[in-house]
């Protein structure tokens, strides 16, 4: 394994086992307190008070890598996330469950990614690495090498499923799902889905084969839940999806389609409409809001409903897919966390930043007995830079909550 893969994944591990090292379960007495200014900080030296210097922030690693209340994924390369991703999700360093298989697909290709992500929920299990140019580095062999797939009955003995048009790596006994086109594809995996569970799923969640900012909330909810992502034109559904779903087996499966009428018109949706058991829409006016949306929804078992405090995130570029993608089997474990998305390095949109206030933790009288939120910052500095950073961990900061004492 490189060396900066490894130094990145080290410090990682570190940060992420000392945050879960000081959390503890909720109390009765903890609630949400109002939103508050939370102005971005500049970082400053703990002894000086001065700013802190590139060479100082980097020797030391924080608040880059982690601060009180996120956790870095260091990385400018979405290849090097998804390995990341993968062995925070699951250490090979020390006693644990390794994934019964792993999912190779291609480092440009977002829609095979999106749709693979359904296969990293459980009872499946098996994380996304991303291969550039279709084919897997030796980055990747390692890691693949450390988290040792054996399958299981649950992935059919399979050890590496492969997505789109990627080699499949040596020594391993791989399944590939393939298609001429995403819809097609997609409709493969969760035919194939589908056998592996031996059900049918909660939910089929619909969103563009065109538009990728919209779409890959869908994949951190798919990598939580299971439910497999299917795929639509903006202004016409393809015969692959509108025929799957036509099948007896499907007919009563809800189906939720995700982004805004600019991503899928109207006359798409119509047309899901007249082969679907039950559909509804869930959007936002823009990517950051698209996702925000798919985070406090719920209808039946659909939906993340983060609507209290006390969860976990990851907070991805909108307009790096790969880099959500990569990130997918954090939601698997760990905090659970679901993706929001932010369009710029340097500033939080005023939409996340409200719905992160909304959620806030507080605690009454004692702080090591109250719930707190976690956030996984996706991508190096020039990517999410440490004052957006720092705006992230001051919304999600645990915070005093006045209470005032009535007299009948």
Do not use: C
């Not at 990385?75 to 699951?90: H, Q, W």
């Not at 569970?197 to 939580?224: M, Y």
């Not at 405090?309 to 907070?315: E, I, K, M, N």
């Not at 966390?337 to 909304?358: C, G, K, M, Q, R």
């Amino acid at each position: 394994m490189g060396l900066g893969i490894l130094l990145v994944l080290v410090l990682i591990l570190a940060a992420f086992v000392a945050y879960f090292f000081f959390d503890v379960g909720a109390d009765s007495d903890t609630s949400p307190v109002a939103p508050v200014d939370t102005g971005a900080t500049t970082p400053t030296d703990p002894l000086t008070g001065g700013r802190v210097g590139g060479a100082t922030v980097s020797s030391l690693g924080y608040p880059v890598t982690a601060t009180r209340n996120t956790t870095r994924i260091n990385g400018s390369d979405p290849v090097d996330i998804s390995l990341a991703a993968a062995l925070a999700a699951y250490p090979t360093t020390g006693p644990g469950t390794p994934p019964a298989a792993v999912t190779v697909v291609g480092a440009d290709d977002w829609q095979s990614g999106i749709v693979a992500a359904s296969f990293s929920a459980s009872p499946i299990g098996s994380p996304i690495l991303l291969a550039p140019s279709g084919t897997l580095s030796e980055d990747a062999l390692s890691v693949i090498g450390q988290l040792d797939p054996t399958g299981s009955p649950t992935t059919d003995t399979t050890e590496v499923f492969t997505f789109g048009n990627v080699a499949p790596p040596g020594g391993f006994e791989v399944r590939a799902v393939r298609g001429p086109d995403p819809a097609s594809l997609a409709v493969r995996a969760a035919g194939l889905k589908a056998r592996l569970d031996g059900n049918p799923p909660d939910a089929f969640v619909v969103v563009s084969s065109e538009d990728p900012d919209f779409a890959t909330p869908a994949a951190a909810w798919a990598a939580r839940s299971g439910d497999p992502v299917l795929f639509t034109g903006r202004d016409e559904a393809p015969e692959a999806t509108i025929e799957f779903l036509k099948q007896k087996e499907n007919s009563d499966v809800p189906v939720f389609v995700l982004g805004p009428p600019e991503a899928v018109s109207a006359g798409a949706y119509k047309q899901l409409d007249k082969v679907a058991g039950s559909i509804e829409r869930v959007s936002g006016s823009d990517p950051a809001e698209n996702s925000v949306e798919l985070v406090r929804f719920s209808s039946g078992v659909f939906g993340w409903n983060l609507n209290d405090p006390g969860h976990g995130y990851t907070v991805a570029r909108a307009d790096r897919p790969m880099d959500a993608i990569a990130a997918t089997a954090l939601s698997t474990v760990g905090t659970w966390p679901a993706l929001l998305l932010t369009d710029s390095s340097d500033e939080l949109p005023e939409t996340v930043l409200n719905y992160l206030l909304d959620v806030k933790p507080g605690f009454v009288t004692d702080p090591t007995r109250a719930v707190v939120n976690h956030v996984w910052i996706i991508g190096d500095e020039s990517i999410i830079d440490v004052d957006q950073q720092a705006v992230i961990d001051d919304a999600v900061e645990l915070t005093p909550v006045e209470t005032t004492n009535s007299v009948p």
